[in-house]
């Protein structure tokens, strides 16, 4: 397995540069492709037990071509989801928020 990237590879100067003009940077490499399908699964699964964090109201009051029904959102996971909790919590992710 390769080493661990430091957080300059995760974060390049032109990321920061981004993250400047922008408000936004893209840290490549920060989770693995195990992790994001892990995540992805979890969130797939959330949203099909209906535990997604979108307020029951608003979850029936869509139409069919309303754009969360096209492509769902969880809401603020890491209020209610383990995986998604120890995710943000991440020293990779206060690596990079602290560069």
């Not at 430091?6 to 940077?25: K, S």
């Not at 797939?44 to 997604?52: F, K, S």
């Not at 209020?79 to 991440?90: G, Q």
Request: with cysteine; hydrophobic share 35%; aromatic share 8%.
């Amino acid at each position: 397995m390769p080493d661990q990237p430091t957080t300059e590879e995760w974060i390049t100067t032109a990321g920061l540069v981004r993250w400047r003009d922008e408000g936004y940077v893209i840290a490549r490499g920060l989770w693995s492709p195990g992790e994001v399908a892990a995540c992805k699964e979890r969130f797939i699964r959330l949203n099909a037990e209906g535990r997604d964090g979108v307020p029951d109201i608003r979850r029936t009051n869509l139409g069919e071509s309303d754009p969360l029904r096209l492509w769902p959102r969880v809401m603020q996971p890491h209020r209610f989801d383990d995986l998604s909790r120890s995710m943000l919590l991440d020293r990779r992710v206060q690596a990079v928020l602290s560069a």
